[in-house]
């Protein structure tokens, strides 16, 4: 296991709702990178976290958006949910300040909008 | 832009063959190149990351990878599957210069047969 730890696992949302995941970054990483997994697709980037501040964004609209905590941990927020919207959102932490560094995953949040 | 491809949807082999799977990438520059593993209903997982150096790359659970420059592949490999190694795989790609715009193929399903 990485370390890394999301909540909740699973989670059942309506068109036009708003959700808050959370991510807890590995012991001694200080960046937190979110993506969309669709099913039957790979990761896609949605934005990345260090220092409390976006550092870097996707092709995703304003809706989504995110938080870093002081102690590393990040949320990530979608209003006004679609449907297209359902997907496994994965973070991942990371060091930054180190080029070559690795990203880890957490196991992910299994989001479905009815 | 950058990209990735793994033009296999699906690799099946036989316990004790060999395996292969396959990525190609278009990214400017010399990126770094990543492969992740992910289990059913779990987030990915790091098997190995080539950077600088020698061409093949050794990773987690007996899998290695071959960098081929001239022909921007990636391809990952293991002398001996297990039916265990049965996931989905992902091959990603990330700037030198860029930390924040890792990008990931579409996956390729690799079932090995008892």
């Given at each position: 296991?990485t370390?890394?730890?999301?909540?909740?696992?699973h989670?059942i949302?309506?068109?036009?709702?708003?959700?808050t995941?959370?991510?807890?970054?590995?012991?001694?990483?200080?960046?937190?990178?979110?993506?969309?997994?669709?099913?039957?697709q790979?990761?896609?980037?949605?934005?990345?976290y260090?220092?409390?501040?976006e550092?870097g964004?996707?092709?995703?609209?304003p809706r989504?958006?995110?938080?870093?905590?002081?102690?590393?941990s990040?949320?990530?927020?979608?209003?006004?949910?679609?449907l297209?919207d359902?997907?496994l959102?994965?973070?991942?932490?990371?060091?930054?300040?180190v080029l070559t560094?690795?990203?880890?995953?957490?196991?992910?949040?299994?989001?479905?909008?009815l | 832009?950058q990209?990735?491809?793994?033009p296999?949807d699906?690799?099946?082999?036989?316990?004790?063959n060999?395996?292969?799977?396959?990525c190609?990438?278009?990214?400017?520059g010399?990126?770094?190149?990543?492969?992740y593993?992910q289990y059913?209903?779990?987030?990915?997982?790091?098997?190995?990351k080539y950077?600088?150096?020698?061409?093949?790359?050794?990773?987690?659970y007996?899998?290695?990878?071959e960098?081929?420059?001239?022909?921007?592949?990636?391809h990952?490999?293991?002398?001996?599957a297990?039916v265990s190694d049965?996931?989905?795989?992902?091959?990603a790609?990330?700037?030198?210069?860029?930390?924040?715009?890792?990008?990931?193929?579409?996956?390729?399903?690799l079932?090995?047969?008892?």
């Amino acid at each position: 296991e990485t370390g890394v730890t999301q909540s909740p696992t699973h989670l059942i949302k309506t068109r036009g709702q708003q959700v808050t995941l959370r991510c807890s970054s590995q012991s001694g990483h200080n960046t937190v990178s979110w993506y969309q997994q669709a099913l039957g697709q790979g990761p896609q980037f949605i934005f990345q976290y260090y220092r409390e501040e976006e550092n870097g964004r996707g092709n995703f609209p304003p809706r989504f958006s995110g938080l870093q905590f002081p102690n590393y941990s990040s949320e990530l927020n979608v209003n006004a949910l679609e449907l297209d919207d359902s997907a496994l959102y994965l973070c991942a932490s990371s060091l930054a300040g180190v080029l070559t560094d690795t990203q880890y995953f957490g196991p992910g949040t299994r989001l479905t909008v009815l | 832009a950058q990209s990735v491809a793994q033009p296999e949807d699906q690799v099946k082999v036989a316990e004790g063959n060999p395996l292969t799977v396959k990525c190609t990438y278009s990214v400017s520059g010399n990126p770094y190149l990543f492969w992740y593993v992910q289990y059913p209903n779990r987030g990915l997982q790091f098997l190995l990351k080539y950077i600088t150096g020698d061409n093949l790359v050794k990773g987690s659970y007996g899998f290695e990878a071959e960098f081929n420059k001239s022909q921007t592949s990636f391809h990952l490999k293991k002398p001996s599957a297990l039916v265990s190694d049965s996931a989905l795989y992902f091959c990603a790609v990330r700037p030198r210069n860029n930390n924040n715009d890792m990008r990931f193929g579409a996956g390729t399903r690799l079932t090995v047969k008892p």
